[in-house]
């Protein structure tokens, strides 16, 4: 990154201001009732609604407000730190976005975009089935023509979004005998009033947000609601939104990786045995400085991969380090935060639990780890041929 310019624009220092005290004034202080209830905080979500946040990414043509991932990515970091389950309903929510602005007709783009920008749409991405996850090429859920509509049968599972949200895109089958697979799927973009039905799901953390099993019986979309302009392109639109959700992700895991460090950190100089605080202890400060430096390095990684995608550059390799290496530290974070925090890490009254509890699913969603892995190796041996 050597002689760019990484100061802050006056712009992007408004907007993360802005953030800040959102944050400060309607996150933090209902935090942990509204976790502790696993309550939808629809009030929270107005709000990112007002700050213009569902179209952070949308391109001011439709509405948005154009931020570069750069600029999102800080943003995310900021509201994980706080709430992490807050950044999950904007995220799904610009992929399905960043789908149908880059691959959508014209005509869908005018139509959808500056609803989806204000937020008066809240939408999903459902890929994910009961037995097809990180293999998406096996997805069931069929969408088939009849007449000028398309007639889709199928279930989907944990689908952010679902329940509060009132569009998705959905990946389908449209051609199941296509070889390669690939090219039998195709995305389509569902109103919830035409028919699916969501229920809720339960899960150990990223409580708050909703989290839903979708079935799709007999649901009937015009066919003007295929993403693209021919079938058999799902796939590729797909994954070309997910390189901005992995990115996300990895700015999650940054801003729980340093929430984890900051309450480390305090607790460490407040918390006394044998006569001075913990954190002049040396095993104290190893934990520490290991911490400090994984959220140093991931926020690196993940500046780096939004740069890429920023710049139009082929960014599933650096998204992919980036979220591999950022969600690995929210893990360990949490586990060290617990460890010098001892029987009080453990106690629901302190943050740290919670924590704990929602930094598993950053290594799961988006792609898991080990498929980032094989991604990051796939691409080292495509990139620097023998």
Same mark, same amino acid.
């Given at each position: 990154?050597?002689?760019?310019?990484?100061?802050?624009?006056?712009?992007?220092?408004?907007?993360?201001?802005a953030v800040d005290q959102f944050l400060e004034r309607d996150v933090r202080p209902y935090v942990h009732d509204l976790e502790a209830r696993d309550e939808y905080p629809r009030e929270i979500a107005d709000k990112l609604a007002d700050l213009g946040l569902f179209g952070a990414t949308?391109?001011?043509?439709?509405?948005?407000?154009?931020?570069?991932?750069? $600029?999102? *990515?800080?943003?995310?970091?900021?509201?994980?730190?706080?709430?992490? @389950?807050?950044?999950? #309903?904007? =995220? +799904?929510?610009?992929?399905?976005?960043?789908?149908?602005?880059?691959?959508?007709?014209?005509?869908?783009?005018?139509?959808?975009?500056?609803?989806?920008?204000?937020?008066?749409?809240?939408?999903?991405?459902a890929l994910t089935e009961p037995e097809c996850g990180t293999d998406?090429?096996?997805?069931? $859920?069929? *969408?088939?023509?009849?007449?000028?509509?398309?007639?889709?049968?199928? @279930?989907?599972?944990? #689908?952010? =979004? +679902?329940?509060?949200?009132?569009?998705?895109?959905?990946l389908v089958k449209t051609d199941p005998g296509a070889e390669p697979a690939h090219r039998g799927m195709s995305l389509v973009l569902v109103d919830k009033d035409k028919g699916y039905k969501p229920s809720k799901l339960h899960k150990l953390g990223y409580k708050g947000i909703d989290t839903g099993e979708v079935l799709f019986e007999d649901v009937r979309v015009p066919q003007s609601h295929l993403?693209?302009?021919t079938e058999g392109r799902g796939l590729q639109q797909i994954l070309s939104g997910l390189e901005l959700g992995r990115i996300n992700?990895?700015?999650r895991g940054v801003g729980l990786g340093k929430?984890?460090?900051?309450?480390?950190?305090?607790?460490?100089q407040n918390r006394k045995t044998f006569g001075k605080p913990i954190a002049q202890h040396q095993a104290i400060q190893i934990k520490l400085a290991d911490m400090a430096t994984r959220v140093e390095a991931s926020r690196l990684l993940v500046q780096q991969a939004a740069l890429a995608y920023d710049t139009g550059q082929r960014c599933d390799m650096e998204a992919g380090m980036a979220k591999l290496f950022a969600t690995e530290t929210a893990l360990e974070n949490a586990m060290e935060a617990m460890r010098i925090h001892g029987a009080y890490g453990y106690s629901k009254e302190y943050n740290i639990e919670r924590y704990y509890r929602d930094a598993?699913?950053?290594?799961?969603?988006?792609?898991?780890?080990?498929?980032?892995?094989?991604?990051?190796?796939?691409?080292?041996?495509?990139?620097?041929?023998?």
């Amino acid at each position: 990154m050597s002689g760019r310019n990484i100061t802050p624009s006056e712009e992007e220092t408004l907007i993360l201001d802005a953030v800040d005290q959102f944050l400060e004034r309607d996150v933090r202080p209902y935090v942990h009732d509204l976790e502790a209830r696993d309550e939808y905080p629809r009030e929270i979500a107005d709000k990112l609604a007002d700050l213009g946040l569902f179209g952070a990414t949308i391109s001011q043509d439709y509405g948005g407000l154009g931020l570069s991932a750069t $600029t999102f *990515a800080k943003i995310t970091e900021k509201v994980a730190s706080v709430w992490m @389950s807050v950044g999950g #309903i904007f =995220n +799904s929510h610009l992929i399905m976005a960043a789908c149908v602005e880059r691959h959508g007709t014209e005509e869908m783009k005018q139509k959808y975009l500056p609803l989806f920008a204000t937020g008066e749409l809240r939408g999903a991405v459902a890929l994910t089935e009961p037995e097809c996850g990180t293999d998406l090429q096996g997805v069931r $859920t069929r *969408a088939v023509k009849d007449g000028d509509s398309y007639v889709i049968n199928g @279930s989907k599972m944990w #689908i952010t =979004n +679902s329940i509060e949200g009132n569009v998705m895109a959905v990946l389908v089958k449209t051609d199941p005998g296509a070889e390669p697979a690939h090219r039998g799927m195709s995305l389509v973009l569902v109103d919830k009033d035409k028919g699916y039905k969501p229920s809720k799901l339960h899960k150990l953390g990223y409580k708050g947000i909703d989290t839903g099993e979708v079935l799709f019986e007999d649901v009937r979309v015009p066919q003007s609601h295929l993403i693209g302009e021919t079938e058999g392109r799902g796939l590729q639109q797909i994954l070309s939104g997910l390189e901005l959700g992995r990115i996300n992700v990895a700015a999650r895991g940054v801003g729980l990786g340093k929430a984890c460090l900051d309450e480390a950190l305090a607790y460490a100089q407040n918390r006394k045995t044998f006569g001075k605080p913990i954190a002049q202890h040396q095993a104290i400060q190893i934990k520490l400085a290991d911490m400090a430096t994984r959220v140093e390095a991931s926020r690196l990684l993940v500046q780096q991969a939004a740069l890429a995608y920023d710049t139009g550059q082929r960014c599933d390799m650096e998204a992919g380090m980036a979220k591999l290496f950022a969600t690995e530290t929210a893990l360990e974070n949490a586990m060290e935060a617990m460890r010098i925090h001892g029987a009080y890490g453990y106690s629901k009254e302190y943050n740290i639990e919670r924590y704990y509890r929602d930094a598993p699913l950053l290594a799961i969603g988006e792609g898991t780890n080990e498929l980032q892995r094989i991604i990051i190796a796939r691409q080292l041996v495509e990139r620097n041929p023998v």
